[in-house]
Each structure stands twice: as C-alpha cells, then as structure tokens.
C-alpha cells in the first residue's frame, strides 16, 4: 500500500507541489508513495500545475491505517484529523516543530528554509535521484510563492541557491516574471466568496490555551482588495463567532511590502501588543510579509505574558 504525501489544511502551492515532488522522490527509491492534499488547490497552484503539466493529486482527508509522509506542517491541527491512527513514516518541512508524535523512528528533513522545496531540492541531491523538468518548474514556483520573490524575510540562501538551479533543469530564464503571472493570479479575487478567500491561505493557532486563526491574502496592489474589505471584515467577525479567541487577516501587498490586517478579537489590545500600533479593526503593518515570521511570534509572545 502506498504511503501518503499529505501537506496542511487550506492547501498552498508549497504544500501541493511538495506532496508530488516527495512521492516522485521517494517512488523513484523504491518506496510506494502517492501525493494527496487535503482539499481543492488555490487558482495560483492550479495555474502551477497546469504550467508544468503536473497532475492534481486526489483529495483525502482520512489517513487512518495508512503510512503517512508530512510535508510543509508538522502540527497535529494542519494535518488531517485522524492522523493519530496513522503511521507517520516521515516528514519534509521548514516550519517550527510542531507537536505530531510517532511510535517508531522516522525520515525527517526539516530545514530553517523559505520553503519545503528548498529541502526536497537538497534530498534529491541527496538521493542522487535526478529532478525532472516538469517538477523542477514546479518546485521553483513553490518556493518563490513562500518566499514572495525572495521578498519575505523567510528567504535563505539556499532558497535562492535552489531557485537558480531549479530554473536551469526546467529551462526557465525569467524566474520573476514568471513569480510575477503566478501572483497575478493569485491576486485575482472578482467573484470569490468572502469565506473562500479568508480561508484560501489560513491557519488556526493554540496560543496558550486560545484558539488563534490568521489567514493572509497576498496581491501585487491592495487596491485591488477595495471592493471585498468590507466582506472581508465581516467574514472574520463570523469566522471568530465559529469559537475563536481571535481572527486576524493580513492583506498584504507584495510590492508595497507590508500588510494591512484586519482584526476580529476579543482582546484587540493584542495587536497594539505585539506590533505597537493602535486599531481595532485594522492596521497598516509595514514590512509584515510573513505570518510564520513577523506574526506568529509576536502573537505568542503576547499571549504567553
Ligand atoms: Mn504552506
Ligand atoms: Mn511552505
């Protein structure tokens, strides 16, 4: 039976393209393995695999009884619900440990890198297992999404590294233009339901005993969010109601670089906290790209005091 590549809830491109990359690694060692993500990919990471010429893996929520491989998350609340009853053989990420137990030793490769591709990159080196075009094309795309171009203060050098050697094996000569149609893509949001975008990129948080949900929008211009803000703002207040201590939105604009978020809370004087600046439904954040780096920490800094 084939183990499963399963990357986090609201599936990003980083977690998708991860999942097909491992399971083509690990299926070219010799071990049966089958990418899987756990609900429908974003319009960026479909114009990803289309790009590429990559499959859509299947939709799986349930991995009880199965072998399972994590890539891009390692918390128990990102990965699906019943992996408890599953054997973790395996995990592929670059976030901070999270708190996903095993009973019987396991593979782990996990970097202080920008993205998973970053580290799928080193382990088919590693391996000495060749990175086909279609997937090359498609690690690079992973890992510019995460790291916003190199923006994000996530970035390494072996991001970078990665990149440029990547672009080589899928032949691309402008990496940027084509990080740049990819967040076109992403920004387009005419005719999306609020929830959808709210939860396109989201994660929920336990911050000391509270639950914590921030998700993020990223466009090339926050204007073009103009006409949703107000659906935005009072989806989250919905979203909160749903048994959340918070909800937090970054909207956040790649070119400006910083975030405006909008603030769902029952305690907004946690935002003054942890950035120190005044609002109750909104602020302008400036160089705030990255959730993992600039607000997690913080968040939980604050709330642990
Ligand atoms: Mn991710
Ligand atoms: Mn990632």
Redesign the pocket.
């Known amino acids: 039976m084939a183990a499963l590549v399963v990357g986090h809830k609201s599936p990003?491109t980083?977690?998708v393209i991860?999942a097909i990359a491992v399971a083509d690694l690990m299926s070219k060692r010799g071990i049966q393995a089958k990418p899987v993500t756990q609900g429908d990919v974003t319009p960026e990471t479909a114009f990803v695999l289309d790009k590429f010429g990559l499959a859509k893996p299947e939709v799986a929520t349930s991995v009880a009884g199965k072998q399972v491989i994590l890539v891009?998350h390692s918390d128990l609340a990102q990965a699906p619900s019943d992996v408890k009853d599953s054997e973790i053989i395996a995990i592929v990420d670059?976030?901070k440990l999270g708190d996903v137990t095993t009973s019987s030793p396991l593979l782990m490769w996990v970097w202080p890198a920008g993205?998973?591709g970053t580290v799928i990159k080193a382990m088919y080196d590693f391996y000495g297992v060749e990175v086909s075009k279609n997937i090359a094309g498609g690690l690079l795309c992973?890992i510019l999404s995460?790291t916003v171009i190199f923006k994000s203060p996530t970035t390494t050098d072996d991001d970078k590294k990665a990149v440029e050697s990547l672009a080589k094996i899928a032949g691309i000569a402008d990496y940027k233009g084509l990080g740049m149609d990819m967040f076109k893509v992403k920004s387009a949001v005419d005719g999306v339901p609020a929830r959808d975008l709210v939860f396109r990129d989201y994660k929920d948080f336990d911050m000391s005993g509270k639950k914590i949900g921030i998700g993020q929008l990223e466009v090339i211009d926050l204007s073009m969010l103009d006409k949703v803000k107000a659906a935005l703002a009072a989806e989250i207040t919905k979203v909160k109601a749903e048994g959340r201590h918070s909800v937090f939105l970054l909207l956040t604009d790649i070119m400006k670089e910083g975030s405006e978020m909008l603030i769902c809370s029952d305690d907004p004087s946690v935002v003054k906290k942890a950035f120190g600046v005044d609002g109750d439904k909104a602020v302008w954040l400036p160089k705030v790209m990255s959730r993992k780096k600039d607000v997690v920490p913080k968040f939980e800094a604050v709330f642990k005091a």
């Open positions: 990003d980083d977690s991860s891009d670059h976030h993205c998973t992973a995460d």
